[in-house]
């Protein structure tokens, strides 16, 4: 028979640790954590290069978290280590390469199905996915053959590489001039005329590397597909040209699940977000949202530690 939990959390990032903390700190340990990766905030450990900074609060959102954890602005890898450290001493039950593709309501209950078949029993779902954790991809195909050397993140780059990073946000920006600090051939290219989502911080060393023709900006251009050249990628910008690079990195955002909230039959508004109540219940009585997928800003630590708390309290009341 399967077992039934009182409570499982979908997404392992730092509002799905949170809220499997608040659960435990109100006695209820009869709980799951489910992770598509195969560790625990992969967001942060696949997209943020070593040492980069992370801050609790984003786009100016001040939060004081209630509940108990006490998180500060750091690293990546002191966050990583925190939220590591609140896994293993509450002895939180986690079970990594488990992505979810609906919750489907059974019996008063909710049955959670995963890409690979399983199934899962709650009593209560909170949805904590993090709309990073899907990126998106361009509309145009990618060939077979490129996908080596066509990248959403920068792991796979080394040294003295031409590499094209595709976005106009900020971690477009930190990519690019990363990879030229690491001794790379960089170029930026954005579909707009100007930048309009990067912080002060990052819009400066853009600016700043720009002008001493560190890194090349391409701005109001399009693209409009890939090729293979020999090995690298041939780039067809719009307006005809054409330019080859060893690589090319897309950082164009996330993508919202909109495929698994939908199948949940949960009602979303017209930006494709779930329609929440103040405790952050959708539509489907028993499944919470919490972190950047149920916020309007999104991205805010603080903001997901303190959904956690809300729904903690509701779910104990």
């Given at each position: 028979?399967?077992?039934?939990?009182?409570?499982?959390?979908?997404?392992?990032?730092?509002?799905?640790?949170?809220?499997?903390?608040?659960?435990?700190?109100?006695?209820?340990?009869?709980?799951?954590?489910?992770?598509?990766?195969?560790?625990?905030?992969?967001?942060?450990?696949?997209?943020?290069?070593?040492?980069?900074?992370?801050?609790?609060?984003?786009?100016?959102?001040?939060?004081?978290?209630?509940?108990?954890?006490?998180?500060?602005?750091?690293?990546?890898?002191?966050?990583?280590?925190?939220?590591?450290?609140?896994?293993e001493?509450?002895?939180?039950?986690?079970?990594?390469?488990?992505?979810?593709?609906?919750?489907?309501?059974?019996?008063?209950?909710?049955?959670?199905?995963?890409?690979?078949?399983?199934?899962?029993?709650?009593?209560?779902?909170?949805?904590?996915?993090?709309?990073?954790?899907?990126?998106?991809?361009?509309?145009?195909?990618?060939?077979?053959?490129?996908?080596?050397?066509?990248?959403?993140?920068?792991?796979?780059?080394?040294t003295?590489?031409?590499?094209?990073?595709?976005?106009?946000?900020?971690?477009?920006?930190?990519?690019?001039y990363?990879?030229?600090d690491?001794?790379?051939?960089?170029?930026?290219?954005?579909?707009?005329?100007?930048?309009?989502?990067?912080?002060?911080?990052n819009l400066?060393?853009?600016?700043?590397?720009?002008?001493?023709?560190?890194?090349?900006?391409?701005?109001?251009?399009?693209?409009?597909?890939?090729?293979?050249?020999?090995?690298?990628?041939?780039?067809?910008?719009?307006?005809?040209?054409?330019?080859?690079?060893?690589?090319?990195?897309?950082?164009?955002?996330?993508?919202?699940?909109?495929?698994?909230?939908?199948?949940?039959?949960?009602?979303?508004?017209?930006?494709?977000?779930?329609?929440?109540?103040?405790?952050?219940?959708?539509?489907?009585?028993?499944?919470?949202?919490?972190?950047?997928?149920?916020?309007?800003?999104?991205?805010?630590?603080?903001?997901?530690?303190?959904?956690?708390?809300?729904?903690?309290?509701?779910?104990?009341?």
């Amino acid at each position: 028979m399967t077992k039934i939990y009182d409570v499982i959390v979908v997404g392992a990032g730092p509002g799905g640790v949170a809220m499997m903390v608040e659960l435990a700190e109100r006695g209820i340990s009869n709980t799951l954590l489910l992770e598509k990766s195969s560790m625990f905030l992969s967001t942060i450990r696949d997209f943020y290069k070593d040492g980069k900074r992370v801050d609790k609060e984003w786009k100016g959102v001040s939060i004081e978290p209630r509940g108990v954890i006490d998180f500060l602005d750091g690293t990546k890898e002191t966050t990583l280590e925190f939220f590591g450290n609140l896994i293993e001493k509450r002895e939180l039950e986690v079970e990594y390469s488990k992505e979810v593709e609906s919750i489907e309501s059974w019996d008063n209950k909710f049955r959670i199905h995963t890409t690979s078949n399983e199934l899962f029993i709650a009593e209560k779902v909170v949805v904590a996915i993090g709309s990073m954790g899907k990126p998106n991809k361009p509309d145009y195909k990618i060939p077979p053959k490129l996908k080596s050397v066509v990248n959403f993140n920068t792991d796979k780059c080394s040294t003295n590489e031409n590499i094209l990073v595709v976005g106009g946000g900020n971690s477009a920006s930190e990519y690019a001039y990363a990879l030229v600090d690491d001794g790379n051939s960089v170029t930026m290219s954005y579909r707009k005329h100007r930048f309009s989502r990067l912080n002060s911080e990052n819009l400066h060393i853009l600016k700043e590397y720009s002008e001493k023709k560190k890194l090349k900006l391409k701005m109001a251009i399009d693209i409009e597909k890939l090729s293979e050249a020999d090995g690298k990628v041939r780039v067809h910008f719009s307006h005809g040209e054409t330019e080859v690079y060893d690589r090319v990195i897309y950082a164009i955002g996330g993508a919202v699940p909109t495929d698994t909230l939908r199948k949940s039959k949960i009602e979303l508004n017209e930006n494709l977000r779930p329609i929440l109540n103040e405790n952050m219940e959708t539509s489907v009585s028993g499944i919470f949202v919490i972190g950047d997928l149920g916020s309007v800003s999104g991205g805010s630590i603080s903001l997901a530690i303190d959904n956690a708390y809300t729904v903690a309290e509701k779910i104990v009341k």
